[in-house]
């Protein structure tokens, strides 16, 4: 079955970075596109970036263009989002999302929470 280990989540200061990592296993033929969610506190959960399988398409939350960048690296089934000039608002848990290529299955992390505070 497919597991997701997320890593990278922590406290940083405005106008810190953090990177985050999303290891995903149980895929014999990878996965299709993959990204990150996030969910603030009372609000509902929102997209912050994809990534299509060989990379060359991207997507954005216009809230996170310019700052934060998501890449993969298809030999680990891993997939990063750099995160610079973080700001408060940015605070939130972060979910990594896969999806399983010819099943097309959709799977989640368990979250990692990144907190912008001074």
């Known amino acids: 079955q497919v597991q997701l280990v997320e890593s990278g989540g922590g406290l940083v200061q405005p106008g810190g970075s953090l990177r985050l990592s999303c290891a995903a296993s149980?895929?014999?033929?990878?996965?299709?596109?993959m990204g990150w969610y996030r969910q603030a506190p009372g609000k509902q959960r929102e997209l912050v970036a994809t990534?299509?399988?060989?990379?060359?398409?991207?997507n954005y939350a216009d809230s996170v263009k310019g700052r934060f960048t998501i890449s993969r690296d298809n030999a680990k089934n891993t997939v990063y989002l750099q995160m610079n000039s973080l700001k408060p608002e940015d605070t939130a848990v972060y979910y990594c999302?896969?999806?399983?290529?010819?099943?097309?299955?959709?799977?989640w992390g368990q979250g990692t929470q990144v907190t912008v505070s001074s």
């Open positions: 999302n896969v999806q399983r290529a010819l099943t097309n299955g959709e799977y």
């Open positions: 149980g895929s014999a033929f990878g996965f299709n596109n």
């Open positions: 990534i299509s399988r060989g990379g060359s398409s991207t």
